[in-house]
């Protein structure tokens, strides 16, 4: 599956106006599924090109496959392109604050009277409602949609290690467009596509919700939580690593006690049935970390997998760049920068027949394929250099 021809999305043409992660990921989520995605910068770049500390590595995570227009959309002719391309292209896909597009004469309604057959794929804070004025950050919707309430301490929101609603977000995006695709081919039409980070991060609590509307029980914090499990905990071993392991049934128990040599605990009465074990954690537990305190975790790993027990390392996200599941399997692929530079990259986490979906371009430099683009739209090589030189491309 190296050649786009191949893929499933072959032949459907992406515009994207996006920045930042949500919007990104949708386009690559479509760019990697096979869709022709042509994202367009201003003339000085994405801003998420330059962003330091944490957000150094989101350009080059959710932009691989794209090809790259830079246009001022401020001067009239650099919107006349982009509304050239987005009467022919299948899918417009934009992430900028309400009213934005609407501002610029790129909103749905309007794109729509050019290219009926057109998905517009809207990225926002929230769908159509009392709070759909509001700025939203991945960060503002984990506080305020409960998932930061979950993560932390009681009294210490703290939000996810990741950006899991811009991702998320930007995969239900793509999901809308593909479903708003195949609804294409019955009527002819195309149509807007909503998709937002707080209502994707209630998806997130939903279970805590609803459990407490079956049981009129608020869910506590995790760190606070009565755990359904006798053992589901964070052990810190010999040398100070530390490995998760989980005991999740009464066969489990058996073999965890036999695998450590705990033989008195897998006889003890008390401890027969998950339910007992998750009453006797005030005391078990201690008494677990006691003996576990000294006992390495590569030994441990090896008595745990050897019985089909759950168990994990405690990674730090770039150990993974050496895991050697991801490299067996393909889940880390070499991807090339502008810069020249050559890193690894994730890849979608699934496989088509068996094969998971390729890099085919890493992500572009500012401007890469301005002009192959405006060449497709009949543009001369003169009429480009001019536009260039009037500083409306880059």
Known sequence: MSDARELPLSGVQVLEFTHMVMGPTCGMILADLGADVIKVEPLQGDSTRRLPGSGTGFFATFNRNKKSVAIDVSDPRGLEIVRRLAARVDIFSENFK??????????YARLSQLNERLVYVSH????PGPYEHRTALDEVVQMMGGLAYMTGRPGDPLRAGASVNDIMGGMFGAIGAMAALRERERTGRGQEVLSSLFENNVLLVASHMMQYALTGRPAAPMP????????YDVFTVAGGEQIFLAVVSDTQWQAFCDALGFADLRDDERLATNNQRVMARSWLMPLLRERLATRQAVDIAQAFESRG???????????????PHLDATGGLAPMPLPDGREVKTVLLPLMLDGTRLPVRAGPPSVGAHTDEVLATLGYTEAEV?????????A
């Open 124 to 127: 926002k804070g929230f769908l």
């Open 309 to 323: 027990l759950p168990y994990a390392p405690i990674r730090a996200p770039h150990e993974l760049l050496e895991d």
């Open 385 to 393: 250099q001019a536009l260039r030189a009037a500083g409306v491309v």
């Open 98 to 107: 309400s009213g934005t597009m609407a501002r610029l004469g790129l909103d």
């Open 224 to 231: 606070a939580r009565v755990s359904a499990w006798g053992i």
